[in-house]
Structures are given as C-alpha cells and as structure tokens.
C-alpha cells in the first residue's frame, strides 16, 4: 500500500496505539501530580515515626539475696502488687539494735534532764541566798565570809547549771541522731520488699531467686499500656500544625488498618538541637539540612487487643486543612 495514501480510516492499528499511549500516560501523570500536589496541600505524612510508650526500670535501693520472685516474662501486674522480696533478718537485726540504743538515749536523756532541773532549782536557790547577803552585806548587817560563801555557792551552781545544759544538748542531739538512724534502718526495711507503682507488663527480666542483687541494678522493667507516636516531621511540613488536629495512623504490623489519633503536643526544639551533643553549626563549612521536628500524636481509639509496643514503625498522616 503506498504511504501517500494512508488516512485515518485505514491507518494500521499500531500507528493508532503509538499515538494514544504517549498522550494517555501525560494525561494520567498530569492527573496523578494534581492529585499529588493537593493532597499535599491538605494532608502532611512521615515514615520517621515510632511507636513510644513509658519503660519504668526496677532497681533495688537495698542490696541482698532475693528469698521470692513473684513475676516472670511479660506477666500482666497491678499497681500495688508485691513483685519481688529480698531477704530482711539483716535489716530487722539492724532496726532492733537501732531501737535499743535509741530507748538507752532517750533514759540518758530523761536522767540529763532531771538533774538539770535540780541544778537550776539549786541554781535559782544560791542567786537568791547571794542576792540577799549582797544586800545585807552593803548595809553592814552580814559579814564579809558569809557573803564571800553565798558568792562562791552562786558561781559554783551556775557553772553547774550550765554544764548540766550541755550535757543535756549532748544527749538530746544523740536521741535525735538515732532517731534518724531507726526511721534509715525501717526504710531499708520496707525496701526489702518491691510493689509495682503502675500498671503494666514485665519486660527484660534480669533476676532470679536467690539471685544476690546490687543497688540500682536493674531488675527488669515494667511498661504501661499507654502508648502513643513520635512522629520526627520535617520543618517544611509542620507549619500548618496545631494541637488537636486528626491524624491516620498507619502501622507496619497492622497495614490494612488505619487508627485514629490526634496532635497532642509539638516539642519546641528540633531534635538535633535536643540531643546530648548538637551540632555546632558556626564551625567549619556550613551544608544546610533540612531539620525534623518531633510531634507527639495520642491515639484516640482502644488499642490494648492489638499487640502494639514501643518502638514499632508506623506512618501517621495529619489532616492540616
């Protein structure tokens, strides 16, 4: 057939789809940036977010053998509920023996006592004896030995007096310093055994009966049920964000299922300035990078029959407009 006299009516089929197919897929990708760009408009999503939640670390304050273990690995407890027990006879023997110095201190102290009170009574009996010859002495009425006896009577009782007060000090700061001794030696006591101060699962389990445990070694962990997302935003894309704005929280462990959450909070710092060590951007060449803003999203539905724990990767996507 010659070329000239193709037409559109008898134009091979190929020539048709060569046509069609470039102008349908500049179609589609025109249509599919469109739809890009204002879903972007409305609607901001990271893949740098993390599922977050409290990790409450157990440690001892009293070290010991551990005589009862009541908890095992991802075992469900109650706020109030005894986890672990520690050996007390050392600290009970400690605690007795504190108490029977402490009531020695308290009959020193109520014997200092007394006998201070004699002295000031004798105190008070010599400056009154002393102030009446001073007087009689003036006049002529009494002699110079009896008013020479009553001075020495008075000086004599008031360094009495006054060592007698010291020595009541002495005991009473004694008594006070044991005191504090026995409420240490009951505190460590009640150290000895542990309670769980929220609800929660056991996580990383360390210990074992009659395992000899250290001060502040951790023991093992419990974590709450609350959870919630740290989402590290870029800073280009939180600048319509606010509290209490809609977010779709995608999980990787559940993909078919988007949870409801909700803006709590935006940490007003980046997270390379909050970090321990930020960079010092003033020193050498300067390569700007874009910063991530941490935000904090709540869920806002019953998330405790999924097995959601922290650090699981997730996508949230927050409805800006």
Sequence with gaps: MDE????????????????????????????????YSIHNCFYKSTDDAFVEGH??????????????????????????????EIDPNDYKARLNQSKSKLDE??????????????SNVEFNFAKDDYTRYSKMFEKGIASKQEYD???????????????????????????????????????????TKIYALQDGLITNKSVEEGNFVQVGAPLFSIVPKQMWVVANYKE?????????????????????????????????????????????????????IVQRVPVKIIFKEDISK??????????PEVKIK
């Design 149 to 191: 006896l009553s001075k020495t009577k008075y000086e004599t009782s008031k360094l009495n007096l006054e060592s007698k007060k010291k020595r009541l000090d002495e005991t009473e700061s004694f008594v006070k310093r044991l005191e504090a001794e026995v409420e240490e030696n009951n505190l460590n006591l009640s150290y």
């Design 236 to 288: 280009t894309q939180i600048a319509n964000m606010k509290k209490g704005q809609k977010v779709k929280i995608k999980i990787d462990a559940y993909p078919s299922k988007k949870f409801e959450g909700e803006i709590e909070s935006i940490q007003m710092a980046t997270g390379a300035k909050a970090s321990l060590f930020p960079p010092e951007n003033a020193v050498g060449s300067y390569v700007k």
């Design 105 to 118: 201190a308290k009959a020193s102290f109520q014997f200092a006592k007394n006998e201070t009170e004699k």
């Design 4 to 35: 000239n006299n193709i037409t559109e009516d008898n134009r091979p089929e190929y020539a048709k789809k060569r046509v069609f197919i470039p102008i349908i897929t500049t179609v589609v990708f025109v249509v599919c940036l469109i739809f």
């Design 306 to 315: 999924y097995n959601i724990v922290p650090g699981m990767s997730c996508v």
């Design 55 to 84: 990790i409450i670390t157990v440690s001892p304050r009293i070290q010991g053998q551990v005589i009862s273990l009541k908890i095992d690995d991802n075992m469900e407890v109650k706020k109030g509920d005894l986890l672990l």
